[in-house]
Structures are given as structure tokens and as C-alpha cells.
Nanobody
Framework: QVQLVESGGGLVQAGGSLRLSCAASGIIFNAYPMGWYRQAPGKQREVVAIISKDSTTKYADSVKGRFTISRDNTKNTVYLQMNSLKPEDTAVYYC???????WGQGTQVTVSS
């Protein structure tokens, strides 16, 4: 069974930083691309960043230059380093293995102005 457990969210002031982690189990982690998504209140879930199995990365325009996705295949974990946070980054953040339909429970990120 695929399990994805996100952590690292919290409340931070604008301009601050957070590092999210997502621990995966039940999959051959190093075989698949992984992604971070977010959903703000009243909005659709959107992709934030994607990392391929060989660590090629892609970012949403809104986070380019501020967020960095990475993975540690020895720990079956994908990370999202978020710097220069803005109030509009406030959302529940989810990770996903792109080959499967499963989602984690998400982690709340709140950025105060």
C-alpha cells in the first residue's frame, strides 16, 4: 500500500523559510517522479514542483527562484525548501508519486504578512 506522509509545515512570517518533507513507502521510490502540490482555501489544487527519478526539476512560475524540490532516494523522501515565503503561498501542501493516484494527508503552511 502506498503511503505518503508530509511534515514540516507551520506558521511563518512573510520572507521566512520552511522545509517540507514527504516520506514515501509502499513504492519503489527511486523509479518514479515525485511532485509537490498545494491547495489554498476556495481554490483548486495546483502543482508546485516536480522532480524526475533522475532529479530533473520543474517549477510553477509562481515559485521559481524561491522554492527548491529535492529527493533522497536512500531515505525514500522528497523535500521542498521554501524561501522568501509570501502570504499567497498559504495553502495545504501535498506530495504525490506521479505514477499513482494516492495523496498524503497534507501539511498546512501559513504565511503571515
Amino acid at each position: 500500500q502506498v503511503q505518503l506522509v508530509e511534515s514540516g509545515g507551520g506558521l511563518v512570517q512573510a520572507g521566512g523559510s520552511l522545509r517540507l518533507s514527504c516520506a514515501a513507502s509502499g513504492i519503489i521510490f527511486n523509479a518514479y517522479p515525485m511532485g509537490w502540490y498545494r491547495q489554498a482555501p476556495g481554490k483548486q489544487r495546483e502543482v508546485v514542483a516536480i522532480i524526475s527519478k533522475d532529479s530533473t526539476t520543474k517549477y510553477a512560475d509562481s515559485v521559481k527562484g524561491r522554492f527548491t524540490i529535492s529527493r533522497d532516494n536512500t531515505k525514500n523522501t522528497v523535500y521542498l525548501q521554501m524561501n522568501s515565503l509570501k502570504p499567497e503561498d498559504t495553502a495545504v501542501y501535498y506530495c504525490k508519486c506521479l505514477a499513482f493516484i494516492y495523496w498524503g494527508q497534507g501539511t498546512q503552511v501559513t504565511v503571515s504578512s
